[in-house]
């Protein structure tokens, strides 16, 4: 679904994605993995429009996206998530899923005074998709909560069913599980593994969790300075020792 083809990124002096090459498998569930400053979350804001390359090219289904704006991705299914959760804080966790789909009736001002039941029409099918998120994440009890008052965990889920809005192609999750504690990870992980067997969703996550990566992703790839260092399962990446020294001895081989 993506190719990654030799992607580099600097910033100066800095070559922070160096000759990045990869591929992402439709319904896949992709674990991005490497030591801080590997280049993992600059590889994502490249992907995602975020940052333009300086070098190389990505294609989704076989057409070239390089450069393209994030809201252009959008409309093509790419989304992200991002460490920090970017929620509207006053908002309802309803009200913030219901700000996710594009071209609502209610946008247009001449709706509004000329079209009012389209717009009532509009809203109800959208307070309908949030509703069934909602369900689905488990999170009724905190439907009508302000954004702002959820926990990490919480907020992580919300991000999550911010991306079932729309028809998402693939979805790329950074860090879902900083900050979260073990029950509300082990729930984010069911809601992924759920949309990928159910819905046929396609995932790639930046981790640092292996327990968590370990029960999610096939394939796992690996990052070091800038680029890729290896690919394969959770096993095979852990015992590889180009990886075992990028980390350091920092315990990847321990965690088996």
Not at 84 to 97: G, P
Not at 134 to 149: C, K, P, Q, S, T
Request: glycine share 10%.
């Amino acid at each position: 679904m993506i190719v990654v083809d030799n992607l580099h990124k600097r910033f100066g002096g800095v070559h922070a994605v160096n000759g990045a090459s990869l591929a992402i498998r439709p319904g896949s569930i992709t674990g991005l993995i490497g030591p801080n400053g590997a280049g993992k979350t600059t590889l994502f804001n490249v992907i995602a429009g975020l940052y333009q390359p300086t070098e190389g090219k990505v294609l989704l289904d076989g057409e070239d996206i390089t450069g393209l704006k994030p809201h252009e991705l959008f409309q093509k299914g790419v989304l992200r998530t991002f460490q920090l959760a970017h929620e509207f804080k006053t908002l309802t966790v309803r009200d913030n899923l219901m700000m996710v789909p594009p071209n609502q009736a209610g946008e247009s001002l001449l709706n509004t005074w000329f079209q009012p039941s389209l717009v009532r029409k509009n809203e109800e099918e959208v307070r309908a998709k949030a509703d069934e998120v909602i369900e689905f994440l488990e999170i009724e009890h905190v439907a009508d909560e302000f954004a702002g008052n959820l926990s990490g965990g919480q907020k992580k889920l919300l991000e999550l069913g911010r991306t079932m809005m729309v028809d998402a192609k693939i979805v790329f999750l950074d860090e879902v599980g900083a900050g979260v504690n073990r029950t509300l990870l082990h729930k984010i992980g069911d809601a992924i593994i759920k949309l990928n067997q159910e819905r046929n969703y396609t995932f790639c996550l930046i981790e640092h969790d292996m327990e968590f990566v370990a029960r999610l992703c096939d394939p796992v790839i690996c990052m070091a300075e800038g680029a890729v260092l290896a690919e394969g399962t959770i096993e095979e990446v852990k015992n590889n020792e180009q990886v075992i020294e990028a980390y350091l001895g920092t315990g990847l081989k321990h965690k088996k």
